[in-house]
């Protein structure tokens, strides 16, 4: 749950950063699998 009323852009950041971080994570394992 994201409250953007109390962080405003802030929360914002916050879940933008949350999906770049989860496609770097998932592009990182599909790199490591093919070096393997």
């Known amino acids: ?4 009323t109390q962080y405003g ?3 914002i950041q916050e ?3 949350l999906k770049l971080n989860e ?4 592009f990182i394992s599909k790199y490591k ?3 393997q």
């Not at 496609?23 to 998932?26: A, V």
């Open 1 to 4: 749950k994201y409250y953007k």
């Open 9 to 11: 852009m802030r929360g």
């Open 15 to 17: 879940q933008i950063t």
């Open 23 to 26: 496609r770097y994570s998932t």
């Open 33 to 35: 699998k093919r070096e």
